[in-house]
């Protein structure tokens, strides 16, 4: 039986928070502006985190990339065929390697390479996933959520709270 999304994804439900420039707050769910870990610069991809630590953290992994005050914005976030690549029987059910996932990739983009993390955003949406979870590398325990569609037809639901979270 070929694996797919729904056989090995989960369903996420709740708010996230995501750091956004100041000036792109109301376009904060269009998703990214250039490339990262888990999409080419022409891809949309929305990154968020399950907690405002979270962001805090990514932010600082990231600093050069960022903004010099970026507004922390609540998302809620209705999903399903997300894979969690914090459970070793999904990323197997997958083909993924943690490894491949955590890989350096900035320095590969600034190349011209592709980084092994897009390749396991390509096998996840030949799976038909419509995202997933990505462990902290700098706060175990933390986790970031990734979506690779949303509100279209059949794609996780995201809705931008009317209050900003922190900032």
Do not use: K
Not at 24 to 43: H, V
């Amino acid at each position: 039986m070929e694996t797919s999304a729904q056989a090995i994804g989960v369903a996420v439900r709740g708010t996230f928070h995501r750091a956004v420039d100041p000036r792109f707050r109301d376009a904060a769910l269009a998703g990214s502006r250039t490339a990262g870990r888990y999409s080419r610069a022409d891809q949309p991809t929305l990154y968020c985190s399950s907690s405002v630590e979270g962001v805090r953290a990514a932010m600082q992994a990231h600093r050069d990339a960022r903004s010099a005050e970026p507004t922390i914005v609540a998302l809620d976030v209705d999903a399903a065929g997300i894979v969690d690549l914090r459970d070793p029987s999904a990323r197997a059910a997958a083909g993924i390697e943690l490894s491949d996932a955590s890989a350096p990739w900035q320095d590969v983009v600034a190349d011209g390479g592709v980084p092994r993390s897009w390749l396991v955003r390509d096998r996840l949406e030949v799976l038909g996933a419509d995202g997933l979870i990505d462990p902290s590398r700098t706060e175990p325990g933390r986790w970031h959520l990734v979506l690779f569609r949303w509100n279209v037809e059949g794609a996780p639901r995201v809705r931008l709270r009317a209050a900003a979270a922190e900032g």
